[in-house]
């Protein structure tokens, strides 16, 4: 295991420990480490984690360019997958409703909305259910937030 995936594995571990603060930390690390690399799908989802965990540390505000940057990386590698970019999508919206940006919150929750819809396939084939998760969650934010 490289260092970067060592990292990224404490910081998974501490995430799911209920300890944000080190796996904020750590995640940290690895992002400057990939920074330096040549792996922008890597940087990408290192981008979108470390902003899931400062939403959830009630520190939304801090992880607005996060968000932003994870989007861009994504869209500069052609065959990043659909769902990594949903999600990051549903990461800018939840950021986007945590520091009341209504408005935009609403137009990231379409966008996640209608990337989910496309990948239903994938969902029924991962969970064997013909529902899909993400298009039922960027429905209830949607209608919770007053958008249709």
Not at 119 to 139: R, W
Request: hydrophobic share 50%; aromatic share 4%; glycine share 8%.
């Amino acid at each position: 295991m490289n260092p970067i995936e060592a990292l990224l594995g404490t910081a998974h571990a501490a995430r799911q420990a209920g300890d944000l603060a080190a796996a904020i930390d750590h995640q940290t690390v690895a992002i400057e480490m990939l920074r330096g690399g040549s792996n922008p799908l890597a940087l990408a989802q290192a981008l979108r984690h470390r902003a899931d965990m400062l939403i959830e540390s009630d520190r939304a505000g801090d992880a607005e360019q996060d968000c932003a940057q994870a989007l861009w990386f994504y869209a500069q590698v052609p065959d990043a997958p659909p769902l990594d970019i949903a999600n990051a999508v549903r990461c800018a919206a939840t950021q986007a409703e945590a520091v009341g940006d209504v408005a935009g919150a609403i137009i990231l929750w379409r966008e996640a909305r209608t990337r989910y819809a496309a990948l239903t396939d994938l969902f029924e084939a991962m969970t064997g259910s013909a529902a899909n998760p993400g298009v039922a969650e960027a429905n209830a934010r949607i209608e919770a937030l007053g958008g249709k």
